[in-house]
């Protein structure tokens, strides 16, 4: 069988090629990876107030907490699973901030899993952030969308200065500035 490779069969094999890489999750979780953006940062006149604290979190790795205990500091939160690409394609970037950052904001990280599930893929790529299951219902402020991964930056007066559906460089410098500067009010 002769077989010629002209310009047409050339773009489709590489136009194959990508579709293979974008379907296959580690190389699509790298690719997210390189285009993650910081997010934007709402400006506290513009943002929206935390409706409520009351909310049961059960830890899976940590304390069991009541979200009031949080009231008065800031508080990054991350609605995530182990499944979803999006969510693991940031969580390299989360676990960097959250290494810096843990004594002084307090991060909860919420998913529906159970710990088995959650401690494999922690094991497997070297995390320990606080993981948490809902108890009760979150505040509404966090139920104005189903997609993962939701995160949701409030400051100590309960500000939602960050509310961001999608992955995103949470290592960045901008955002390591305003967590600096709400730390320090």
Same mark, same amino acid.
């Given at each position: 069988?002769?077989?010629?490779?002209?310009?047409?069969?050339?773009?489709?094999?590489?136009?194959?090629?990508?579709?293979?890489?974008?379907?296959?999750?580690?190389?699509?979780?790298?690719?997210?990876?390189?285009?993650?953006?910081?997010?934007?940062?709402?400006?506290?006149?513009?943002?929206?107030?935390?409706?409520?604290?009351?909310?049961?979190?059960?830890?899976?790795?940590?304390? /069991? #907490?009541?979200?009031?205990? &949080?009231?008065? @500091?800031?508080?990054?939160?991350?609605?995530?699973? %182990?499944?979803?690409?999006?969510?693991?394609?940031?969580?390299?970037?989360?676990?960097?901030?959250?290494?810096?950052?843990?004594?002084?904001?307090?991060?909860?990280?919420?998913?529906?899993?159970?710990?088995?599930?959650?401690?494999?893929?922690?094991?497997?790529?070297?995390?320990?952030?606080?993981?948490?299951?809902?108890?009760?219902?979150?505040?509404?402020?966090?139920?104005?969308?189903? /997609? #993962?991964?939701?995160?949701? &930056?409030?400051? @100590?007066?309960?500000?939602?200065?960050?509310?961001? %559906?999608?992955?995103?460089?949470?290592?960045?410098?901008?955002?390591?500035?305003?967590?600096?500067?709400?730390?320090?009010?």
């Amino acid at each position: 069988m002769n077989f010629k490779l002209n310009k047409k069969s050339i773009s489709n094999i590489v136009f194959v090629i990508a579709i293979g890489v974008l379907l296959y999750p580690p190389s699509r979780e790298w690719f997210m990876r390189q285009i993650a953006f910081s997010p934007s940062v709402k400006e506290v006149e513009k943002s929206e107030k935390l409706s409520s604290y009351d909310w049961d979190l059960k830890g899976l790795n940590a304390e /069991s #907490i009541n979200f009031k205990e &949080l009231e008065n @500091k800031v508080i990054f939160v991350n609605f995530w699973a %182990t499944w979803c690409p999006p969510c693991r394609a940031e969580m390299p970037m989360i676990q960097k901030l959250y290494a810096d950052y843990k004594d002084k904001v307090a991060f909860v990280f919420v998913t529906n899993e159970d710990w088995p599930i959650v401690e494999g893929f922690f094991n497997k790529n070297g995390y320990d952030l606080p993981v948490y299951n809902a108890v009760s219902a979150p505040p509404n402020s966090f139920t104005k969308t189903n /997609s #993962i991964p939701a995160t949701y &930056l409030i400051d @100590k007066e309960g500000n939602i200065l960050i509310s961001k %559906t999608g992955s995103a460089d949470w290592n960045s410098k901008k955002i390591r500035n305003l967590l600096d500067e709400l730390v320090a009010k």
